[in-house]
């Protein structure tokens, strides 16, 4: 096996284990809180430090330092980028720690209001004592930029999970003290802020095995030019990983307005939906868009509509099946996974509603998050920033509307709503910039998907009848449910793909065909 289908699969196989293990993650969560007032505060103290990770770790500011890391290395070599790497940071810790001043100030102003409702209070609290996180998970971001920008990706992509390792030992350790909701609230802060502080340590010492040290030997005005690179990218970056991020800030600090429970219904078919569009969609995105930048810089549009293409095609053909099975099979899934300990039979019904028009959402965000990395690749960087500035306008229009209707359940409508109008804006942007004809590389994949899908749709809801005949318990019924119809239903759908000669079925020739063609 070649040493870049080694680091993809790699990288896969870590991104499936960090999936899988933060799922569990969150089942042992809800399974000690509950829908409740508490889970709900956790979730909203949490997402704010998780929004800036995503904006000043993992979104804009690897997309801005990765490519002058990696131009340094190229134009002198590894040591010099390790060198600027040095000077970068510590000025990026410094105004890290500025900005947690800042907001714990903040939310002192806000925790001096006396009508703020008991709920929030908790959020903003929980949400003060996790920033530190937000400093560990920031500086680990760009500790992995760097591992992956000298060819090292194993410590970088394995640190989630050793994350979410810590948070379910906290979790289990809380339930077992018997301290009720405030004990395992304290043990899950204190579990995200050591599992931050690993994060940030296993790509440290990764880094330093490469040679890195805080002795910084050469002038930060050698890297003047390298600095100016990279703030010339990061503010571009920075807003539209903004808008992005806001979007889901803004439907949980909605959904935090309406009641106790309503966050937690969000959170658990949220995660639900991402478990797919992140293992099958970004791994997708991962091997296709170098392949898009490679056709792009050579100048052969051919070529570069070919790759979105045959992308675009791998995203239909593995996530509407996904879509399909979440939404026919969602209240199995949710027994199955989620009805533990104080998330009841009562949580799971709440939520299915939710899990249905998330489902029907996910193949839209799994073209979007794709179509916007095609812009990307043909350095077209402004465009999808527009578009997402749209799309959070409309989706929190939508999500004031239809909240005040039909409650929770109308915000997962109009993020599905905004879904689908930021797919079409995107595709339609795509036609004009590239002259992709999607209706002509696609056309043989209708009607196989269809009948495919179709069988999907039978297979599952005839058997859900047929086993409702047997005197099973609904916990027994739906791990039956989901252990034989889930299988039945994929490789029936795939024969159909078969029968209909479709080529592009498998995901490691797509691994293999990318790593010939980057040869």
Not at 324 to 344: A, N, P, Q, T, Y
Not at 392 to 398: A, E, G, Q
Not at 466 to 488: E, N, Q, R, W
Request: glycine share 6%; aromatic share 14%.
């Amino acid at each position: 096996m070649s040493k870049d289908l080694k680091n993809v699969v790699s990288v896969s196989l870590t991104t499936v284990l960090s999936r899988v293990t933060g799922l569990l993650r969150d089942v042992l969560i809800f399974a000690a809180l509950g829908a409740s007032a508490w889970s709900s505060a956790f979730i909203v103290g949490f997402t704010i430090p998780n929004l800036f990770r995503r904006l000043f770790g993992e979104g804009a500011l690897s997309s801005a330092f990765i490519p002058v890391f990696s131009t340094i290395v190229k134009k002198k070599n590894v040591q010099s980028a390790l060198a600027f790497f040095g000077h970068f940071i510590s000025r990026w810790t410094y105004l890290l720690a500025g900005l947690a001043v800042v907001l714990v100030l903040l939310v002192q102003v806000f925790l001096s209001i006396d009508a703020l409702p008991e709920r929030w209070v908790l959020s903003l609290k929980i949400f003060q004592w996790l920033l530190p996180y937000m400093i560990f998970i920031c500086l680990a971001a760009i500790f992995s930029g760097a591992l992956n920008s000298i060819g090292r990706f194993f410590s970088a992509s394995f640190a989630p999970v050793l994350f979410n390792l810590v948070l379910i030992i906290t979790v289990l350790i809380g339930i077992s003290k018997g301290d009720g909701e405030s004990g395992i609230i304290i043990w899950l802060c204190g579990g995200v802020l050591l599992g931050g502080l690993l994060q940030l340590f296993l790509p440290l010492m990764d880094l330093r095995k490469q040679g890195w040290s805080l002795d910084r030997k050469n002038d930060a005005a050698e890297f003047s030019e390298s600095f100016q690179s990279f703030w010339s990218l990061f503010f571009p970056s920075l807003l539209g990983a903004a808008v992005l991020q806001i979007n889901i800030l803004v439907s949980r600090l909605l959904a935090h307005t309406l009641d106790d429970t309503a966050v937690s219904f969000l959170y658990v078919s949220s995660r639900l939906m991402e478990l797919p569009l992140g293992v099958f969609t970004i791994a997708i995105v991962t091997v296709f868009f170098p392949m898009m930048s490679r056709t792009f810089e050579e100048d052969s549009l051919d070529s570069f509509i070919e790759v979105i293409l045959r992308g675009t095609r791998f995203i239909l053909i593995i996530v509407l099946p996904a879509s399909v099975g979440l939404s026919v099979l969602s209240k199995e899934i949710l027994i199955v996974l989620f009805e533990w300990g104080s998330f009841d039979l009562s949580d799971v019904n709440a939520t299915v509603p939710i899990l249905v028009i998330y489902t029907l959402a996910l193949p839209f965000y799994s073209i979007t998050t794709y179509a916007i990395r095609c812009f990307y690749a043909g350095k077209n960087m402004k465009l999808p920033v527009r578009l997402s500035i749209i799309v959070l306008i409309l989706n929190t229009i939508f999500s004031i509307i239809f909240m005040n209707i039909w409650g929770v359940y109308g915000l997962a409508f109009a993020n599905l709503l905004s879904a689908i109008l930021h797919t079409i804006f995107a595709v339609q942007a795509m036609k004009e910039s590239y002259m992709i004809s999607f209706r002509k590389g696609l056309k043989d994949l209708f009607l196989p998907i269809l009948i495919g899908l179709s069988m999907i749709a039978v297979i599952c809801l005839l058997g859900k009848v047929g086993l409702s005949y047997f005197d099973f318990t609904h916990k027994i019924y739906a791990f039956v449910s989901v252990s034989l119809l889930i299988p039945m239903s994929v490789g029936c759908y795939f024969c159909v793909l078969k029968i209909f000669k479709i080529s592009d079925l498998s995901f490691v020739k797509s691994l293999k065909s990318n790593h010939e063609i980057s040869d």
